[in-house]
């Protein structure tokens, strides 16, 4: 769990002053960050946070 949250936290929050990438955005922590998939289905950063730490907590399985 320290690893998720070592890895997710940065992303959050920034991390000593290191500029995310792409320099240019959008992040995926913007507040109102949101991707469309190819059916329609609007995904939000939250989901997208969510989804990294519960991917990371499984243990980062390559096909999961």
Do not use: C, S
Request: net charge positive.
């Amino acid at each position: 769990m320290e690893e998720a949250v070592a890895i997710i936290k940065p992303a959050r929050n920034g991390w000593r002053n290191m500029p995310q990438m792409p320099k240019t955005g959008p992040f995926a922590t913007d507040a109102n960050y949101l991707i469309k998939l190819n059916d329609g289905t609007k995904v939000t950063r939250a989901k997208i946070l969510r989804d990294i730490l519960d991917w990371l907590n499984a243990g980062a399985p390559e096909h999961g």
